[in-house]
């Protein structure tokens, strides 16, 4: 150890020494940050970091051994020979990039492994490049300073190698790169001081060696070249990371991770081309989780936020090759099967796809629970386009989500009719009020205890002038969806606030009001306007609102019914029963009267559930001093029942039909009208027997 020093001490220029200690530095640096990079790789991109690690570490290797040769002074002449030169470079970065390599394989022991490889390249590099250090004499060499230096470089070797790859943390890593300076050091002066010069003028160094001079040249090129190398790789590397990482962001959803819209339209069009090369089918399916809007009210949105990441994971695993799921928004996925021979095959998928949504997701002591409805097209047999595909599975899907039981459903060439059906509707409906054929029949409410008429509900008809009336079930949806609800429904009120002025009988008057019409700010508004307009008394009018309109927004629509109780007209819940909050709405809204849901009162008698329903509802809102109005009754019995319990009013085919105004007029008292209507009684009627038992009504 004291030759080492002393050689280190005396033999060497401090110059060079530095100068060799910050590329040993730099250079090990680099390599640890190259081969950090090549660990978080796989498959050629790991190649790749790999060579240009061993590249880089080989270069610092080989660079710091000539920088400090060109520092050290021998007592003799001396030159380098160029073959064992370059040999010693070449060996030094393949030594490295091979125990690089060993290090990133998968297995016990194979770090420390690679790590001993390097430090045995050092060794290696160095001995060849002495062997090609020709003097003016010859070499002797301490062989216990030999394999000390041997062992140090490998020692140190593996000491860097485990630090860099077993480390989390910075500081870990930080001792890696040291290690590998150390291991490049200790083997190189405890070598050097090894060697022993001794003198021989017989010995003439030969003429086609190269000079410290160009060792010096080919020392700063390899430094800059690999310099260079290595910057560029690494910004290349980085320009390549956020490229892919703005293209994978423009490519998937934020939530989930999973293929978005974009994802779908590029990739659908490519998959049909395939399918028709190769003459298999192509299966699109369309899911919409059933309850998930229930979640997101009742537990809020970082509940329903959870529950789709988890469906994510969970879709992302019942994918096999050729499949995929991506997410459209909200609630709805799109599922794709390339290969499909068999329709069976289709419906497989679809089912991996339900069995995977409808697991309940456990959160903290919530249990969460979706339902799926899927709808499949199949490829070419539906449609031939991509947007076509997705437009036929998503008919099926709504098919699907109107049966009770099995919630898949293949497209059927039948549902297009449907769907031309009421695309038809909707763009003779835009102008159906403009033309006038919208007309407006009302429905007697009956006083269960005097049997007189109480009051009267306008119920909304559709006098198509080639169909005639069309049903409220199949426009008021369109309207509904097509956003005309809003300027039906205002017509709505004030037509039926006009013509119930104009009776003489003060009976009241119920009109529905959409859950469009809610959320509007200035519904409040428009009620007092038609009740200025019209002169009808506010306490005639009776607007009704159902659970599901209340729900969409509880404060919101809390705020329009309080506006509009200041205004002096009544409210009444419309479809009670049908809704899973009927109890929290009946506390924190002011509700006048419940209009018990027709479902209900045709299962009295014969269904014990309804029958509990309807006595527990009449007895509730009894207590709460609510009147209670039963719908949809069609039996002499239910009215019986009905009469029985208490209930207030009743509604339905036993008293009669949605009549348009001429036909009641005798019984309403309009005057006009009664002389305009050839088929008004002679006397007015009241009680049960004014309009035909058991007639057929259609309300919406």
């Not at 060849?128 to 003016?136: D, I, K, L």
Request: proline letters at 4%; a negative charge.
């Amino acid at each position: 150890m004291i030759r080492v020093m002393t050689c280190l001490a005396y033999e060497h220029d401090y110059t060079f020494v530095l100068v060799a200690a910050v590329v040993c530095i730099a250079g090990s640096i680099m390599t640890m940050r190259l081969f950090d990079r090549a660990m978080r790789l796989d498959g050629m991109n790991q190649m790749i970091w790999i060579l240009l690690s061993g590249v880089a570490g080989g270069t610092a290797i080989w660079t710091t051994h000539f920088v400090a040769m060109l520092g050290f002074n021998p007592p003799v002449e001396y030159a380098y020979e160029p073959v064992l030169t370059i040999a010693s470079l070449v060996l030094a970065i393949i030594f490295t990039a091979v125990g690089l390599y060993i290090a990133t394989r998968p297995r016990a022991g194979f770090v420390e492994i690679g790590g001993g490889v390097i430090g045995a390249g050092v060794s290696v590099m160095h001995f060849t490049g002495m062997a090609g250090y020709e003097v003016a004499g010859r070499m002797e060499w301490d062989w216990d300073l030999v394999a000390a230096s041997i062992v140090l470089g490998i020692a140190f070797g593996v000491i860097a190698l485990n630090r860099e790859a077993r480390s989390t943390t910075a500081f870990g890593k930080l001792l890696g790169a040291l290690a590998l300076v150390l291991a490049i050091c200790t083997m190189h002066f405890t070598a050097m001081g090894a060697a022993s010069f001794i003198p021989d003028p017989s010995v003439i160094v030969s003429p086609r060696v190269l000079s410290s001079e160009i060792i010096a040249i080919v020392v700063v090129a390899m430094i800059s070249t690999v310099t260079g190398l290595a910057l560029y790789a690494i910004d290349a590397r980085s320009q390549r990371e956020v490229l892919d990482g703005f293209r994978h962001a423009a490519l998937h959803d934020a939530l989930t991770g999973m293929p978005n819209r974009s994802f779908l339209a590029s990739r659908l069009p490519a998959i049909l081309d395939v399918g028709a090369e190769s003459g298999h089918q192509v299966a699109v399916i369309v899911m919409d989780l059933d309850r998930f809007k229930d979640i997101n009210d009742v537990h809020g949105h970082k509940a329903g936020d959870l529950l789709l990441q988890t469906i994510a994971t969970r879709l992302r695993s019942a994918t096999m090759p050729g499949e995929f799921v991506a997410r459209m928004g909200g609630d709805e996925f799109i599922a794709v099967k390339q290969g499909v021979v068999a329709a069976d095959e289709a419906l497989s998928f679809a089912q991996r796809l339900t069995d995977s949504v409808t697991v309940p997701v456990v959160q903290d002591d919530r249990t969460l629970s979706v339902g799926a409805s899927i709808g499949i097209s199949l490829f070419p047999r539906d449609a031939r386009t991509a947007e076509d595909l997705i437009g036929v599975a998503d008919l099926a899907m709504y098919r699907a989500k109107k049966q009770a039981g099995n919630k898949i459903c293949f497209y059927e060439h039948s549902m297009d009719e449907g769907r031309r059906t009421k695309s038809a509707l909707s763009m003779e409906l835009h102008g159906a009020l403009q033309r006038n054929e919208l007309v407006l029949h009302y429905q007697p409410q009956i006083d269960v205890k005097s049997g007189e008429i109480a009051g009267f509900e306008a119920l909304l008809r559709w006098n198509h002038p080639v169909r005639g009336l069309v049903p409220p079930g199949e426009f008021i949806p369109i309207a509904e969806e097509t956003g005309l609800i809003l300027p039906i429904g205002e017509w709505v009120l004030r037509t039926a606030c006009s013509e119930v002025a104009g009776w003489q009988k003060p009976y009241k008057l119920s009109v529905n009001i959409a859950a469009a019409q809610l959320t509007q700010s200035d519904l409040p508004r428009i009620v007092h306007e038609a009740l200025l307009e019209t002169g009808l008394a506010p306490s005639r009018l009776e607007l009704e609102i159902t659970e599901a309109s209340i729900i969409e927004d509880l404060q919101g629509t809390l705020h329009v019914v309080r506006q509009l109780k200041a205004l002096g007209v009544t409210i009444a819940m419309d479809d009670y029963g049908t809704g899973y909050s009927s109890l929290s709405t009946l506390q924190m809204f002011p509700f006048d009267k419940i209009k018990i849901d027709r479902s209900f009162v045709h299962g009295l008698t014969n269904n014990k559930a309804s029958t509990a329903i309807v006595k527990a509802t009449i007895l509730l809102a009894s207590n709460l001093d609510i009147s209670v109005l039963a719908e949809g009754v069609e039996r002499q019995e239910h009215f019986d029942f009905l009469r029985a319990e208490g209930c207030n009013e009743v509604q339905g085919f036993l008293f009669g039909r949605p009549q348009p105004l001429p036909d009641i007029a005798g019984i309403v008292g309009r005057e006009t009208v009664l002389r305009e209507s050839r088929s008004t009684p002679e006397t007015p009627r009241s009680g049960f027997d004014f309009l035909p038992a058991k007639a057929v009504a259609h309300k919406r």
